[in-house]
C-alpha cells in the first residue's frame, strides 16, 4: 500500500488548510487511518485518528476543536480539516493506516500510538506564520 499525502503548504495564523491521504495500491476503506505529525526538532506526535468505518474519531488536546478528520470511502481517500492554525502547527503531517484486515479491533487508547500503524506515507509540510 502506497500512502500520498497532499495538501500541505504556507499559511497564516488563523487560516484553514485540508490535507488528503490517498493510495493509488488499495482500499483505505479496510484500514484505521491516522494523521501525525512532527515539527522541527521535536518528536512525532498524534494528530488524529478515525476507524474504518468512520464511525469513530480520535483527537489530540493540542487541536482538539479545530481540526476534523474524516474519509470517503468512495473516493479512497482520508482528510485532516485543520481550521484556526497556529504557528505553533507548524510540521510535516504524515498519514498513516493500520495495514490489518478487518475485522481486527483496538481499544481506544490503541488509535493514539504510532507502533498501531504499518503504512505510513511521505508526509506535507504545513507552516503556519504569525
Known amino acids: 500500500v502506497q500512502l500520498q499525502a497532499s495538501g500541505g503548504g504556507l499559511v497564516q495564523a488563523g487560516d484553514s488548510l485540508k490535507l488528503s491521504c490517498g493510495s493509488s495500491?488499495?482500499?483505505?476503506?479496510?484500514?484505521?487511518a491516522g494523521w501525525f505529525r512532527q515539527a522541527p526538532g521535536k518528536e512525532r506526535e498524534f494528530v488524529a485518528a478515525?476507524?474504518?468505518?468512520?464511525?469513530?474519531?480520535y483527537y489530540a488536546d493540542s487541536i482538539k476543536g479545530r481540526f476534523t478528520i474524516s474519509r470517503d470511502n468512495a473516493k479512497n481517500t482520508v482528510f485532516l480539516q485543520m481550521d484556526s492554525l497556529k504557528p505553533e502547527d507548524t510540521a510535516v503531517y504524515y498519514c498513516?493506516?493500520?495495514?490489518?484486515?478487518?475485522?481486527?479491533?483496538?481499544?481506544?487508547?490503541?488509535?493514539?500510538?504510532?507502533?498501531?500503524?504499518?503504512?505510513w506515507g511521505q508526509g506535507t509540510l504545513v507552516t503556519v506564520s504569525s
Open positions: 495500491a488499495r482500499a483505505l476503506s479496510s484500514y484505521v
Open positions: 498513516a493506516v493500520d495495514g490489518r484486515p478487518r475485522p481486527t479491533t483496538y481499544t481506544g487508547s490503541q488509535y493514539y500510538r504510532s507502533s498501531l500503524y504499518k503504512i
Open positions: 478515525i476507524s474504518w468505518s468512520g464511525g469513530s474519531t
